[in-house]
């Protein structure tokens, strides 16, 4: 079959696959490689483990398949084969990697030459639930892709330059030292916000804007000029806003009580407050943000309503650190495409310059604010992110072989 997949000129194009990999699944988009790459395949084998399922679009079909037992490595090559159709023995040049964690020393993409991957290993203890992960798909990419480019794009990269105040705890400042910082995450997400501003709306992208990634993960950021200054995520990506299933803020002094008293382990307080909080802890239902709205319950209610009180009171403290707000993005699973709890977040903010059209924000549009402070909707594209950065590295290597 003919995909017309050659690049300008005629040349044959190169194709990148990035990859997202978590406890349980491997997402992946297969792009050919460009200034603007273009997306050919996007999908996911999820359910790692004993029954493990493929589900992708390739080209313009849906393809679903059980594969039964299968790991990262499996994971991988089940992408690879069900993508042949439209690789046809040209296996991709470069694989771009999302990893949470780059520490204080990657604010860009970087090469993943085993120095880094071994610097990257060691900061697995700060993201314990996903590093591992991330890096267990890097090691099965380079064992099954040799000859390609390796990169990896950090969800910490974004906010690197942070002023120190925003990335500071109040605790003595060896920690600090020793790397007890507020990192922040979702770094790919505003990375493509600020990017896709920039051009549809410079001005606004010159001045003070909060983004809030509100996914089953969820945070906010606020932004100068396109760059970050500070994330309600910190050390880990437990903290700011409530998420699915992750409680958000919460006072040190509750860990403290919840071992002392209660007698939680460390691995408990672990599966506590990273899977079982947040909207679904506090629904005793769901983290599944539609059926909560749906829901008659009055304990859905009650996570909505807390989880929409944090977001504004998160958005008033970013507005502070910003001196200001310009403009508000909504973007992820929720911001993109629940009315309802944008209207709810934005509901009382007008003293801040945030009124909405309630019209154009029932109706998905991308404007939906009428006061003097922007509303917007952008859908988020963090695989995007991954392959442009992935198509710069290809064209690095071209231009040192020329
Ligand atoms: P992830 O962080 O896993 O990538 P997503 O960005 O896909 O997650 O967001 C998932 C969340 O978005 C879920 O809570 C889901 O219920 C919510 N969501 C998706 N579509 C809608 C919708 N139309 N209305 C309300 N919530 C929605």
């Known amino acids: 079959m003919d995909h017309g997949m050659t690049g300008a000129g005629g040349a044959t194009a190169e194709f990148i696959l990035s990859l997202n990999a978590g406890s349980s699944s491997l997402k992946f988009s297969l792009y050919e490689a460009g200034d603007e790459p273009r997306e050919i395949a996007v999908g996911q084998v999820e359910s790692l483990g004993p029954n493990a399922r493929f589900k992708a679009r390739i080209g313009l079909e849906q393809v679903e398949d059980d594969l039964g037992s299968a790991n990262h490595h499996v994971a991988l090559r089940a992408i690879l084969e069900k993508c042949e159709t439209v690789l046809q023995g040209r296996p991709p040049a470069c694989i771009g990697h999302r990893i949470a964690h780059g520490g204080v020393d990657y604010e860009a993409p970087q090469l993943l030459t085993p120095e880094v991957m071994e610097k990257l290993a060691l900061l697995e203890p700060l993201a314990p639930l996903h590093q591992p992960h991330n890096l267990a798909a890097v090691r099965a990419s380079i064992e099954a892709f040799p000859d390609a480019l390796q990169i990896g794009c950090f969800d910490t990269a974004f906010h690197r330059n942070h002023p120190w105040v925003n990335d500071t705890f109040g605790l003595p400042l060896k920690y600090y030292d020793r790397g007890v910082r507020r990192y922040g995450f979702h770094g790919l997400s505003y990375d493509y916000i600020t990017g896709t501003l920039a051009r549809i709306d410079p001005e606004l992208a010159s001045g003070r804007v909060v983004i809030a990634h509100l996914g089953n993960g969820a945070?906010?950021?606020?932004?100068?000029?396109?760059?970050?200054?500070?994330?309600?995520?910190?050390?880990?990506?437990?903290?700011?806003?409530?998420?699915?299933?992750?409680?958000?803020?919460?006072?040190?002094?509750?860990?403290?009580?919840?071992?002392?008293?209660?007698?939680?382990?460390?691995?408990?307080?672990?599966?506590?407050?990273?899977?079982?909080?947040?909207?679904?802890?506090?629904?005793?239902?769901?983290?599944?943000?539609?059926?909560?709205?749906?829901?008659?319950?009055?304990?859905?209610?009650?996570?909505?309503?807390?989880?929409?009180?944090?977001?504004?009171?998160?958005?008033?403290?970013?507005?502070?650190?910003?001196?200001?707000?310009?403009?508000?993005?909504?973007?992820?699973?929720?911001?993109?495409?629940?009315?309802?709890?944008?209207?709810?977040?934005?509901?009382?903010?007008?003293?801040?310059?945030?009124?909405?059209?309630?019209?154009?924000?029932?109706?998905?549009?991308?404007?939906?604010?009428?006061?003097?402070?922007?509303?917007?909707?952008?859908?988020?594209?963090?695989?995007?992110?991954?392959?442009?950065?992935?198509?710069?590295?290809?064209?690095?290597?071209?231009?040192?072989?020329?």
């Open 219 to 402: 945070s906010m950021c606020g932004v100068l000029n396109g760059r970050s200054i500070a994330s309600t995520m910190g050390f880990s990506a437990l903290d700011g806003l409530p998420m699915g299933t992750r409680c958000g803020q919460l006072d040190p002094g509750v860990v403290l009580y919840l071992m002392d008293q209660e007698g939680l382990s460390a691995s408990e307080l672990t599966k506590l407050l990273y899977n079982e909080s947040g909207l679904k802890g506090l629904s005793g239902a769901t983290n599944d943000m539609r059926a909560l709205e749906a829901s008659q319950q009055l304990e859905a209610e009650m996570a909505i309503e807390y989880y929409t009180f944090r977001a504004r009171r998160e958005l008033g403290a970013l507005a502070a650190s910003l001196h200001g707000i310009d403009g508000v993005v909504f973007c992820g699973g929720i911001g993109e495409n629940s009315a309802a709890i944008r209207a709810r977040i934005c509901n009382g903010m007008d003293w801040m310059g945030i009124t909405l059209d309630a019209r154009a924000n029932t109706d998905n549009e991308m404007s939906i604010g009428i006061g003097r402070t922007k509303v917007l909707v952008i859908p988020t594209d963090e695989e995007r992110i991954i392959a442009r950065a992935a198509s710069r590295a290809l064209n690095e290597r071209a231009m040192a072989k020329d």
